[in-house]
């Protein structure tokens, strides 16, 4: 069965001291369980009042989290004379500073309070999202309640002086059930004019997949109710107003937009991210392996460095515009792409036997239409026509990267000096940039890595090389080959001036650059 977190309204946050909520908030907060039971789990009436005796060590816990960040004196003079009351606080708020006292709702306004015993580790919390924000599984005990200890590290960075403007996550003016937000590492703060006022609310409908939920859930985004806040459909059944959606632990479940308005997906880790639909709140999911976005509207496609989908894409007949971070080469514009993803043995030493087991490798094939290119260590081109190929290979801290251009157009380009490869005033048209990349500077014979056609031998020509184009339309000859010593390979025309290391072109040439690591005998005496 899903469980289903019935969403209450939000206010914004006022920074002003003693401000009520702007609007009005309803008092209901339920729990409902899809298809069995409708009963409330807890309510306003219901949630177990908060103690200052449970209330203590996670305070203990939320100060130290800011000390930890090295704040000085008078930072910490404000946290030695703070104080911190429970109090039966307007619907809706969940805290509130002012000067140097925080005020805490008795029972996290009707969703009761997860007051963790351990607050040093967060295992209640399984789902990472993103460095920041982590969420509660449907079996944790904190699924469904306010995590204590995120609101009192908010409210103590109000007293500290940070607003909801701060840019961390932590600072947000809303917050939901079943959450973790995690204060970022090496936040530098200084002594400001004094403490903000601030109240934090509470938010977030969340949808979630139990264990009896066997099959495969597909989840359609939908506007049943009218408001900013989108709602689901899961078979014939409605939810208004989710802002989380969390899949089963089997594969297969799917968002389908169902609202044909331009959609926004960003991709934070593996089948987990956001997705937005036009002008509505954004959804938070995690779980999710298959994703079908609007019908006839454009879908933008942001992957982050950790961001890793197991399943399908489908954009279904809207343009498509992608935007992806790889850690070495980072892509953005508009653009028809393949993305592909399987999971392999990879023999990354070249012995002929996989040492790399279960890695991911994602490739995508795009046919480019407007798109910038930054090639780490290269520099930066814009592209109005061509193939471009990427693949990645991970598996924990372990990365390789390799990028193969065919036949691309360059509009600009900036480059840089950091592989001896700089210009000036040029116009640069690049015929194919190829570059094998690695986080430790190791790199991978992409040749002889994989046994893609299972037949137990690695590097096998034809049948073993990576193609990520195959599937784009005209199928251009994206084949990824190169050696462990292949760097970086530059093939294409220049106008202007271009440096190369010693050598300067200067007028209008054609050019082949190459880089590789090999081992030179400088001394002439045979040896390297």
Known sequence: MLKYLKKQMITGLAHRPNAPPEVEL???????????????????????????????????????????????????????????????????????????????????????????????DSSEFQITMSNSRILADADSDAFGRIDLLTVLVHEVGHVLGLGHDSK???????FGAGQRLILE???????????????????????????????????????????????IQVGGDTYNDIDTIIGRTLPGDEIVVAIDDETTWTITGQNSGTVKVGTYNAITFSRIENITGAATAKDNFIFEPAGDITGEFDDRVGDQYLELDNGFITIGGDAEFIFTHRTVDADTDGNGEADLIGASLNTFALSVTDVLVDVDGVGSVTLTSGDLGLATLSLGSVRYTALKMNNVVASAS???????????????????????????????????????????????????????????????????????????????????????????????????????????????????
């Open 26 to 120: 309803s008092t209901v907060s339920q729990v409902e369980y899809l298809r069995t039971d409708s009963t409330p789990a807890f309510n306003s009436q219901t949630a177990i009042s908060l103690t200052e005796q449970a209330l203590a060590p996670v305070l203990e816990e939320a100060i130290r989290i800011w000390e930890s960040q090295g704040l000085n004196d008078p930072l910490l003079d404000r946290l030695a004379n703070l104080e911190v009351d429970i109090a039966d606080m307007p619907d809706g708020t969940l805290g509130e500073a002012s000067g140097n006292t925080i005020q805490i709702d008795n029972n996290a306004d009707g969703y009761g309070w997860f007051v963790d015993s351990t607050p040093t």
């Open 185 to 231: 590492p090496g936040v530098l703060l200084i002594d400001t004019n004094g403490a903000i006022a601030g109240y934090l609310d509470s938010s977030g409908g969340t949808l979630a997949a139990e264990i009896t939920d066997t099959s495969p859930i597909t989840f359609e985004i939908v506007d049943d109710d009218g408001n900013a806040i989108p709602d």
């Open 414 to 528: 900036t480059a840089t000096d950091t592989l001896g490869f700089a210009a000036a005033g040029l116009t640069l048209n690049i015929d194919s940039i190829n570059k094998n990349g690695s986080a430790d500077d190791t790199h991978l014979n992409w040749a002889g890595a994989f046994d893609l056609n299972g037949d137990g031998l690695y590097g096998q020509i034809d049948d073993d090389l990576l193609d990520p184009g195959k599937e784009l339309t005209g199928t251009p000859d994206l084949k990824i080959d190169y050696a462990d010593s292949m760097r970086l390979h530059v093939l294409g025309s220049v106008t202007g001036t271009l440096v190369a290391g010693p050598v300067e072109i200067d007028g209008a040439a054609d050019f082949a650059l190459e880089r590789r690591t090999v081992d030179v005998d400088t001394d002439g005496n045979g040896v390297a």
């Open 168 to 174: 961390l996550a932590i600072m947000g003016e809303t």
